[in-house]
């Protein structure tokens, strides 16, 4: 079967509104297309989504493939995964981006499955490059341990797949008079499809402003252990109005929430401030902020990669280094009243 050359990205959707995260992607598949000449189209599961088409075209999709279903209200993985792969064998784009969502996350690896091509997760940049006159989608991750970028690309099979932690790529500017073709498509299902089957989703409370949002955000890394404790971090934190976060082996050891992990499998911030408290700067962990206006890192390793990415260093034992900074930085807030 020959494919169609299209840039797929797959439409993620609530209350009636295409996700955030779901128009950062379109915005970079309209760019991936103009390298490859191939027109973006979206595909939108659920029920009762019909403005999210309109949306969609306004920030660049020019098709639109809508899958309108009851049963397929709330997600559902092996269905969703059913038709989705379906449109893929019918109509074979040449790449299909999904967002690293907790959705995203787990319908893209069964679609890639169920069609027989590669698919890499997390990516932190998405660019074409022709290989022997064909155009390949290069797909950037963080890799050996953290120290390096590399490009994975998928020569044979199509389409070829990647996933994309929201917050990596900018939103597009909307186009209010765009339009986009939309093609009804119907859901072939039967029981099969639901022997296990989400019945409810329930928002956590949050307690706290969400890491993507936060305007600052203090980091700690396993260097943080010396301080025997959260409070000292934390109290930065206040001080500068800023939320906690931390690196992989923090939130392993139970110090930080998984939904406060910063990093490739983690969040990905945008804050105007990063304050970095004894983590190395593996890549896997400095992807994560890329697109924080200021960074300060302490550490102290004064050859620690952590420094090469950030705008202020201290190097010291933050045991030193902690106390005296969230004091001057009470003393500054104090005094400009
Ligand atoms: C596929 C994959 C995905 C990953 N995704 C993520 C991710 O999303 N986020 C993430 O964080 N990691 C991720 N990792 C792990 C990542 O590669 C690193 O192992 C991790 O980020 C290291 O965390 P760290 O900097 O806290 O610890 P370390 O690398 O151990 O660094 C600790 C630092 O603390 C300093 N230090 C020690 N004591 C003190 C002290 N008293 N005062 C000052 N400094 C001190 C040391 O000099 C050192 O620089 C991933 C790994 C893989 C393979």
Redesign the pocket.
């Known amino acids: 079967m020959t494919g169609k050359n299209e840039t797929w990205v797959y439409a993620e959707q609530k209350a009636g509104h295409a996700s955030k995260a779901t128009l950062q992607l379109l915005g970079k598949a309209v760019e991936l297309g103009k390298e490859t000449g191939s027109p973006t189209v979206c595909v939108l599961v659920g029920s009762g989504a019909q403005g999210v088409p309109r949306e969609l075209a306004a920030y660049g999709a020019s098709k639109v493939y809508v899958v309108d279903d009851p049963r397929l209200e709330l997600y559902q993985s092996e269905a969703y995964a059913s038709v989705v792969a379906g449109l893929v064998k019918e109509h074979c784009p040449e790449i299909f981006l999904f967002a690293a969502t907790d959705v995203g996350e787990d319908l893209a690896p069964r679609v890639a499955a169920k069609v027989g091509t590669g698919l890499t997760a997390h990516c932190i940049d998405l660019r074409i490059e022709k290989r022997d006159g064909v155009p390949l989608l290069h797909q950037t991750v963080p890799a050996w341990?953290?120290g390096m970028r590399i490009d994975i690309v998928c020569p044979k099979h199509r389409p070829q797949m990647a996933t994309v932690k929201p917050g990596v790529f900018d939103l597009p500017v909307p186009k209010s008079d765009s339009n986009a073709e939309v093609v009804d498509v119907p859901a072939q299902l039967n029981e099969k499809h639901f022997r296990a089957r989400t019945i409810e989703v329930k928002e956590e409370a949050q307690r706290e402003t969400p890491l993507t949002e936060a305007d600052a955000v203090v980091a700690v890394?396993?260097?943080a252990y010396?301080l025997g404790g959260i409070q000292c971090p934390q109290e930065l934190a206040e001080a500068v109005c800023g939320t906690l976060a931390g690196?992989?082996?923090?939130v392993d050891s139970g110090w930080i929430p998984p939904d406060r992990?910063?990093?490739?499998?983690?969040k990905v911030v945008s804050s105007r401030l990063f304050i970095s408290l004894?983590?190395?700067?593996?890549m896997?962990?400095t992807s994560?902020f890329e697109r924080a206006k200021f960074v300060v890192a302490?550490?102290?390793?004064p050859k620690?990669p952590?420094f090469q990415v950030a705008d202020i260093g201290i190097v010291?034992?933050?045991?030193e280094v902690l106390p005296c900074l969230t004091e001057e930085i009470k003393k500054q807030k104090s005094s400009k009243g």
């Open positions: 341990g953290g890394g396993w260097g010396s690196t992989r082996p923090m992990m910063v990093g490739q499998s983690g004894g983590a190395s700067g593996a896997h962990f994560g302490v550490d102290q390793n620690a952590i010291g034992d933050l045991r």
